[in-house]
T-cell receptor, first 114, second 116 residues
Framework: DADVTQTPRNRITKTGKRIMLECSQTKGHDRMYWYRQDPGLGLQLIYYSFDVKDINKGEISDGYSVSRQAQAKFSLSLESAIPNQTALYFC?????????????FGPGTRLTVL | AQKVTQAQTEISVVEKEDVTLDCVYE???????LFWYKQPPSGELVFLIRRNSFDEQNEISGRYSWNFQKSTSSFNFTITASQVVDSAVYFC?????????????FGKGTMLLVSP
């Protein structure tokens, strides 16, 4: 079984709809992240969380919100989706600690906003 | 200012050729980590290597090798005897002490196409 899972894997929605993307991990990591990938732009950080009570904005948080329901679960919400939020979304986890902190990514969710 | 630059947008080679992917980074921190990730056509991101700023030894893993040079702020990735399965987008990324190593800054990626 995959260590980091994302649901749904693909989603098509309409402008103005609320949508939630979910991420679960079995790696036992404290840190979790949400990124979006647009063609030719690499990955941009949306939000990150170092534990259940710690949520931080990334470089492109506008239009998004997150919830850390448990150590293993981190959800990303688009309150009112717009077409320029069409992208590939990745969740990642890392254990923390400078000597070991490598991020491991989920399989991605492809979101299309019409 | 862009902190991680991958100037090569796309590289095409024929199988068995050697290929080097360039990565240049910018940081004011003396302590930082550099990473390479691979994104095959299936879309997932696969971790390849992590290197800290105090370790300038080159790394070799099978057909993959990495050359880290602080003097030129570069962390280049070479694939020897490329294979079709190496076709992917490769990302270089930076994690800095100033951010508590909390975030990764990615380059825009280099798409490698290996033809038979």
């Amino acid at each position: 079984d995959a260590d980091v899972t994302q649901t749904p894997r693909n989603r098509i929605t309409k402008t103005g709809k609320r949508i939630m993307l979910e991420c679960s991990q079995t790696k036992g990591h404290d840190r979790m992240y949400w990124y979006r990938q647009d063609p030719g732009l690499g990955l941009q950080l949306i939000y990150y969380s170092f534990d259940v009570k710690d949520i931080n904005k990334g470089e492109i948080s506008d239009g998004y919100s997150v919830s850390r329901q448990a150590q293993a679960k981190f959800s990303l919400s688009l309150e009112s989706a717009i077409p320029n939020q069409t992208a590939l979304y990745f969740c990642a986890t890392s254990p923390g600690g400078t000597s070991t902190d490598t991020q491991y990514f989920g399989p991605g969710t492809r979101l299309t906003v019409l | 200012a862009q902190k991680v630059t991958q100037a090569q947008t796309e590289i095409s080679v024929v199988e068995k050729e050697d290929v080097t992917l360039d990565c240049v980074y910018e940081t004011r921190d003396t302590t930082y980590y550099l990473f390479w990730y691979k994104q095959p056509p299936s879309g997932e991101l696969v971790f390849l290597i992590r290197r800290n700023s105090f370790d300038e030894q080159n790394e070799i893993s099978g057909r993959y090798s990495w050359n880290f040079q602080k003097s030129t702020s570069s962390f280049n990735f070479t694939i020897t005897a490329s294979q079709v399965v190496d076709s992917a987008v490769y990302f270089c990324a930076l994690s800095e002490a100033g951010s508590g190593y909390s975030t990764l800054t990615f380059g825009k990626g280099t798409m490698l196409l290996v033809s038979p």
